[in-house]
Each structure stands twice: as C-alpha cells, then as structure tokens.
C-alpha cells in the first residue's frame, strides 16, 4: 500500500492569494497522481491528472508540480469559487489511495 | 454528456447488506471501468475498488475484501456494489466515477448515502 501525506490539513488564505497544497507518497509513483476538488454535498472532481495535465475545463489558476514522492497542487490567485476541500491521489498501483485532504478556508 | 446516476438513500440495520447501482449513460458502458470510492459525513473519500464492465474483472481495496462485491448488467449499462455485514462504520456516501483514462474518475455519480443503525 502506498501511503500519502498530505498537508496542510487546513488552509485560511484570502480571495487572490497564490496557495500550494503539497503530496508527500511512501514509495514513487513517476508521475501518476490525481488532484481533486470538492465542494459540500457535492461528488469530487477530477482538477488535475497525470501530476500537471489540467482537466478540460479547469481553470488555469490551477497547476500541478512534480513526481516521484512529492508533489505540489498551486492555486495561482485564489479565487471564491476555490473555497472547498482538495484531495489527491495515487493510481501507480492498487489500492488507489487518496490524501487525507485539505481545506481551504476563508481567512 | 457521460452520466452516472445512482440509486437512493438506504438505511441498514447492523449485519445486514445494500446494494448500490450506478447506471451510465453518454457513452460505451464497457469501455471505461467503474471506480467506487466512500466518504464518511466531515471524513476523507476512501477508494473501495474497480470494475472492468467488458470483462467483469474487480479489484478490491483489502479493507473491503470478502464484504465487498462489484458486479455490472451490461444490457442495461449498470455497475453494482454490495457490501454486506454492515456495520456503523460503514455509514456513509458512496460513489461510483468513471472516465477514459487511467484515472477512471473524470465523472462522478451523485453519490448514495448508506445509514446503517439500529
């Protein structure tokens, strides 16, 4: 099982804030690496694959950095719509394990 | 447009099973497989397993082996999850997400909320 940490837990930032949301895995994982969205009451979605290729309709505020063990999801200017809870996760192998999530908050 | 809709609210007592159904629409139900994936109320989202719907073939989280079972209907584009033995714990909203790519989770269901009480 690949085990990921993710932090921060909580994140308070200000509407056009450039914010970073970091992905550490217990093995490498090349580059296989998801970064979801998710709002309340809402199913996540899919922000981020393959660690920095944008989902069709994604913003472009929204990047993502790296591969092997640590991996960096950046929001360049925070914007309302952006407050919500991120996720990432693995898919190198299964169990298809997720981080344990970070909520961003308004300051 | 790709769309998975699931069936409703269950509530469970301890020991007994639920099945959930996730029925796809706006594409080729076997060409994707189906991810389920579990989220407890102010928790994270936990991944159960996968589905192959051309073939059949599942995988499942250990967590979950031996409780869980993903099965489709392909005549009627519908992937299936039973989990039995249900405890407390298990109380929660599960998914079903789908998508072209080895992610398999471009598209999400709009989530079934599971109660298991007493």
């Known amino acids: 099982v690949i085990w990921m940490t993710q932090s921060p837990s909580l994140l308070s930032a200000s509407t056009g804030d450039r914010v970073t949301i970091s992905c550490r895995m217990s093995?490498?994982?090349?580059?296989?690496l998801a970064w979801y969205q998710q709002k309340p009451g809402k199913a996540p979605e899919l922000l981020i694959y393959?660690?920095?290729t944008l989902q069709s309709g994604v913003p472009s505020r929204f990047s993502g950095s790296g591969s092997g063990t640590d991996f960096t999801l950046t929001i360049s200017c925070l914007q309302s719509e952006d407050f919500a809870t991120y996720y990432c996760q693995q898919y190198y192998s299964f169990p298809r394990t997720f981080g344990q999530g970070t909520k961003v908050e308004i300051k | 447009q790709v769309q998975l809709v699931q069936s409703g609210a269950e509530v469970k007592k301890p020991g007994a099973s639920v099945k959930v159904s996730c029925k796809a629409s706006?594409?080729?139900?076997?060409?994707?497989?189906i991810n389920w994936v579990r989220q407890a109320t102010g928790q994270g989202l936990e991944w159960m397993g996968w589905?192959?719907?051309?073939?059949?073939?599942?995988g499942y989280a250990q967590k979950f082996q031996g409780r869980v079972t993903m099965t489709r209907n392909t005549s009627i584009s519908t992937a299936y999850m039973e989990l039995s033995s249900l405890r407390s714990e298990d109380t929660a909203v599960y998914y079903c997400?789908?998508?072209?790519?080895?992610?398999?989770?471009?598209?999400w269901g709009q989530g079934t909320l599971v109660t298991v009480s007493s």
């Open positions: 706006g594409y080729t139900f076997t060409s994707y497989d």
């Open positions: 997400a789908t998508g072209e790519g080895i992610v398999a989770t471009d598209y």
């Open positions: 093995q490498g994982i090349s580059s296989y």
């Open positions: 393959a660690a920095s």
């Open positions: 589905m192959n719907p051309n073939s059949g073939n599942t």
